[in-house]
Every structure is written in C-alpha cells, then in structure tokens.
C-alpha cells in the first residue's frame, strides 16, 4: 500500500532558494544557481510516503468534502469510463470515507463504495461536493461528459448516497438521486462549479464544455426552491464568439473578481481549448450584473499555449486591500522544443482598474508565471491553491501528465509562495505520486486537491491518476 518516498528538500548555496526532489524513487541530480537578490528562505514541506487507492477506469475529477459529520475531509472521485463498459457497470462515482487514522500500518480510508448513475452513460468527467438542499450535508453533483446530464446524488445524512439504510450497511443498491438527471442544452460537458452565484440562498451549477455546433459555451443551471423542493430546470447557455480554432470549454471556476464587489454576486471564468491544429488557448470572464443571469459582459485573455485544462483562483499577495481574487491557469506550450519549460498562467486581479480585470504580461516578464521544467514535467493539467507550509502564504500544486525524465509517470510539483508581491519560489517541490509497484499499469496523474486529511493542521495533496486508475494521497510531514 505504501510506495517508499525520496523526497528529500534542499537550498541553493546562494540566490534564490531551492526546493528540489527525487523522482520515481531513482536520484535526479538538480544543481540550480540564480544570480538575483537573495531571498529569505521558505519553510520548507516535505511529505510522508504517499498512500495509493484503487479506482475505476480513468478516474478525472475529485473533490474533498466531510460527507458524514465526523470532521474529516472525504474523497469523491468521477470515473471517466471512456473505454466501453464490458461489464455493464458504466458511470460510477467513487467515494472513500477518511477514518482520520493515517499512521501506518493504517492507510486512511475505509472501504471504497462505487455509486451507478444510469447505465448508458459511461463518462462522468467532472465532480463537486455542495449542500445542494440546504439539508446541511454535502450532496455530489457530477458532469456526464458525453451525454449532456448533470447528476445530484442525495446525502442521507450519514454519507450514504445510497436509497436506504440497508443498502449503505451492505455496500450497494440504488443511488440516490436528489431530482432526475438534470437535462442541459450543451452537446459535451467537462468541468463545473457550484456556488449561489446570485445570492438566492440556493446553489447554482456552472458547466463549461461545447454546444451543439462544437463551439465553446458555457452553462448555468440556476437553482431555485419552492415550499422545499429545489430543482435546476432554468438553464443559461452562454454562447462564446467564433474564435477560430477553438471548440469547446475546459476548466470553469465562480468567484468575485470585480471591485467593488456586490455583496452575493459572483462571476465566472472559463478556459477555452482548441483541438485542431493550430493550437489555440484563451481564458474568457464573464462578469455578473443582473438577477439570474449573465449578460454580454465579458473579457478575453490570450495565454502561451495548448490544451489548458486546469483553472483555480486564490489571493496570491499578502497585505493588499481589497483581497480580490486572482486566477491560475495551465497550458502547454505551442512548440514543444528540447528545452522548453511548461507555463503555470497566474492572472494578477487589478481591482482599481475595471476596465480589465486582469493583468497578463508576456510569458517570462509575469512575475507571478511559475515555470516546470520540461525534463521534470511535461503538460501541467489540474492545479489547486492551499496552505502547504505553513507560513500563511497560498502556494500551488499542479500535475504533470507526463515528463521527460519518466513518461510513464508524471508529476506532482509544489511552488512555495513567497510573499508581499505574490510571487514563487522556483524550481518546484516534487512530491512522488506514481505507484511503481504496478507493473504494467499505466500513469497520467491529472486532477489534484489540497486538504487536511488527517487533522493535523497541515494541508495534504489528493491526486487523480487517469491511466493508472488509482488515487496517491500525499500526507504533509509537518512536524
């Protein structure tokens, strides 16, 4: 259950400190000098040796969330079932409930439960935990990618989401579903988000993906409650110009990027893809002004890249009023050459300036872009934003599919805030996430979560491995 961990941390000699690591258990020598100012050193993060759980076929999205009430952060996960279902047994969202115990030989988790959506759909891409029913438990809402549904699956209270009692004591049954299969007016759906965007007191669901004419668009379900039952039946395709070359929504996120914010409004942003050559990439804002609904309002960024998924907001600098959001966002680079390095977008929020939201200057003059090198990491894909060392500064985690050094494996790379200005400390951190005792299987770690699993006070990292079929929980060694 345990792969053995040669994480080891360490400093430069002089400039800019270091934080580095060994890979896949085989020594990678990093001897990285920077002729800057020296900076104070971090506090350095380590982890314990990573723990590894089965899951089903191409497991993608996950979210972190106390399902039942004992205090500990759970794991949801959607299995993307892209291959087929030879077994009939097609869409199911996994759930692994924290017992808190996380010192070996214990591993963490209690025993897995897979709940079936319906059985002709075979791709859930996408999941989030939210109290959709105002219940005070958390239910999980689940993007079908290939079939154009939403599913909410019901919280009995205790962290089933099975429909009775004697189902959860054995294992299994019939899910649970809070209402239908929710129907929405997009042709392909792959992230979402939940959040009471209009302030209503009810969650609405966010999805990005294409519409019919494969184009990107983006989708609210406003949610709405009569007499206690709520429902999601008033949908808003918000359609995207033609932009050449780019066909669908990937990555969607809520916040409140305006200033001055209005109390109980919040806006979206959304990474647009392409898939046709040449590749393109742009981040789209939509900005939030009216009851139920999102007018033309919106703004364009341009990024470095291709096949972008990953999107995630935070407040990167300390000690600046007001503390509005600002924007993460990975992509590859256009032309994958030798010694190129991937980009991490971070989009700066400049709340006195209305006009433009953002702040994205050319790759390598951003002050806040962080950089993973090629050999080390190839394509970042899911990103997250949480406290990793303990200094009260919001640092990143972001995975790698695939990398020079070793393709089967992938990355895991942690970048260490530094402080007022907002920006990181580089190279990476590089946390071992590939579970090498699985001969033969594949690996392509791809979404990432940060949490505090075992109620130490320090946050863990969550991992997604879509190849490999398997979830690496990272527990932070912090004394």
Known sequence: MFAQSSFTPRFATFGRPVLGGVLLANALAMAVVFSTPALAQPAPVTFKDTVFFDLRENPSGLSLGDIDGDGDLDVVVANNTQGGCPTGECGRVTVYKNTGDWDPPS?????????????????PYDVQLADMDADGDLDIVVTIQDWSKVFILENDGTGCYWDSATDCQEGGGTTNFLVPAIPTDSDTIFSLSVADINGDGVKDISIAGSDVNLKPQAEVLWGRETEGVFDWDVNQPILVPNFVNLDRGKGIVTGSFQYPQVAGRLDMAMTLEGTQFPYTEKLVIFRYDDDDAFPPIWD??????????????????????????????????????????HTVHIFENQPNQPSELFIMQEPGEHALDVYVPRDLGRGPYGVATGLLNGDARVDLAVVCPESDFSPRAGTLAIFLAHGKAGDFYEPPTFVDVYDETRIGVGSKPCFVKIGDLDQDGHNDVVVTNWDGDYLAVAINDAP
């Open 107 to 123: 591993d963490g988790f209690s025993e897995r439960m897979d709940y079936p959506l319906e059985s002709i759909f075979n791709a």
């Open 300 to 341: 364009v960024y341009m990024v470095d890249g291709m096949r972008g998924a990953g999107l995630a907001t935070g407040v990167f600098r300390t000690g600046v009023e007001p503390a509005v959001l600002d924007l993460v966002s990975t992509h590859r680079h256009l032309l994958l050459q030798p010694n190129d390095e």
